[in-house]
């Protein structure tokens, strides 16, 4: 029973000291089309500056609109998109 107490604790721990953040590549699959900013907006009904935000990490995109601009891009939502886990290295040595 310890033993699974134990293994229960420390997924949980990882759990707790990750955390996952969206990624993507629309950057790169935008200038592969030879798409500016301001066309791949217009394609997906946003603003270039949503475009601008994605792109730069600062915002995650509804499911919808990753959706959309995967299908504008001519590309699957999960080559576009994708859930990082990033590791709290602070936490990574501590045994409480």
Known sequence: METRLRAALATARTAADSEAHLSNRLRVARAERDLSQEQLA???????????????????????????????????????????????????????
């Open 42 to 96: 217009r394609a997906a009904g946003v603003s270039r500056q949503t475009i601008s935000s994605i792109e730069k990490g600062q915002y995650g995109p509804s499911a919808l609109l990753a959706f959309r601009l995967a299908r504008v891009l001519g590309i699957p939502v999960d080559e576009l998109f994708w859930i990082q886990e990033m590791v709290d290295e602070s936490r990574e040595g501590d045994q409480t």
